[in-house]
Each structure stands twice: as structure tokens, then as C-alpha cells.
């Protein structure tokens, strides 16, 4: 495919998901899956698509507003996979991601108690990934996550996702995943006070 191709076939891409109505969800996640091979292992197509201006789209679908039905939530996974996809190519699309907004959703749906198992793993996975990926530093991308992570409501959101009993792997892989996201996060950044967490 020539450069002129894939802008075209990205401008298309774009195109659909700005304009596709947020009421019809099925059509939302169809563009976002297209959208997801586009991104996965193409470091010149995400570059392309950042510079289209695919990010706020994506940070659009991550709100989803009050939407829980099950085809919205399929469609904020698919976009919490694109958002990750451009994570891992590394720390200027991370401070992109974040200049646009990204974090808010993805830190907003960690509460078990009202979002579901899948969004949940999708967002910790995604947070785990810019951790991993930004480099570590008070000015780092990955800095501003810690700081929005040690906050009073999102440990508290931390807990029940770690205080969890089921044997769904599911929920064992969020277990497993809010605890790296700890581990990889403080003390790196903040000394967090323990009555925050109670």
C-alpha cells in the first residue's frame, strides 16, 4: 500500500468514526477493530493516525457517558486497545494521549462497581502499558499517571478491584494487573498516606 493509500484508507477510518452516531455502538466497535489492526505493529500508520487527529475520537468513545449496555462497553474496550496500541509506541504519543485527555476515562473506569470486568482489565492494561513504556521521571508521562492514580476515590476503586474473591480469570487478571500497576508506580513517584486508602 503507497503512503497516498493509507492516508486515504486513515482519513476514511477517521472520518467514520467521528462521524458515526454514538447511538449506534455496533458500528462504532466495527470501525474501532479496523482501526485496532490498523495500529497493532505499525509505528508509521500511528503516526499517521495521531497526526489525522484519531485521539480525540478515541478519548470520546473511552467517556461513553452514562452508556452500560453491552455493545457501548465493547466499544470503549476497542478504543482502550487503540489507546494502548499508541502507548506502546512510545513517550511522545503517551504525552499526546495524555495532552488529550485519555487518562481521565481510562482512570474512571477502574470502579468495579460500576464499570464491567472487561473495560476494567482493558483500562488497567493500558494504564500498565504506559507505565512500562514512558520513562521514569518527574516529567515523564508516567508521572502524571501516578499522580492521578493516588488519589483518595481511585485507591479506593484500587482496593475493591485487589479486595475481589472470585476465581474468574478474568477478574484474577485485574487483581494481578491493579497490583503491577502499584508496584511499578509508588514510591517512584509519591509517598501516599495509608488513611487515603481506609
Not at 8 to 15: D, H, M
Not at 37 to 48: A, M, P, S, T, V
Not at 114 to 140: E, G, M, Q, V
Not at 174 to 181: H, N, V, Y
Request: aromatic share 4%; proline share 6%; with cysteine.
Amino acid at each position: 500500500m503507497t503512503h497516498s493509500e493509507e492516508e486515504s484508507t486513515a482519513l476514511a477510518l477517521l472520518s467514520q468514526l467521528s462521524n458515526l452516531s454514538l447511538s449506534q455502538p455496533q458500528g462504532v466497535v466495527a470501525s474501532l477493530r479496523r482501526l485496532k489492526h490498523e495500529l497493532i505493529g505499525h509505528d508509521q500508520k500511528k503516526d499517521l493516525f495521531v497526526r489525522l487527529g484519531i485521539v480525540p475520537p478515541l478519548v470520546k468513545i473511552l467517556e461513553g457517558g452514562s452508556r452500560m449496555d453491552e455493545a457501548w462497553s465493547d466499544a470503549r474496550v476497542e478504543a482502550g486497545i487503540a489507546v494502548r496500541s499508541l502507548a506502546y509506541g512510545g513517550e511522545a504519543y503517551i504525552s499526546h494521549l495524555l495532552s488529550s485527555q485519555a487518562l481521565p476515562p481510562l482512570i474512571a473506569s477502574l470502579n468495579p462497581s460500576s464499570n464491567p470486568t472487561k473495560l476494567i482489565l482493558c483500562s488497567l492494561r493500558t494504564l500498565n502499558t504506559i507505565l512500562d513504556t514512558a520513562a521514569y521521571s518527574s516529567t515523564s508521562p508516567a508521572y502524571a499517571v501516578a499522580t492521578a492514580l493516588y488519589v483518595p476515590e481511585v485507591l479506593r476503586n484500587i482496593c475493591k478491584i485487589i479486595s475481589q474473591t472470585s476465581s474468574n480469570p478474568l477478574v484474577q487478571q485485574q487483581i494481578s494487573l491493579a497490583a503491577s500497576l502499584i508496584a511499578k508506580s509508588c514510591g517512584r513517584y509519591l509517598l501516599i498516606p495509608v488513611s487515603w486508602i481506609l
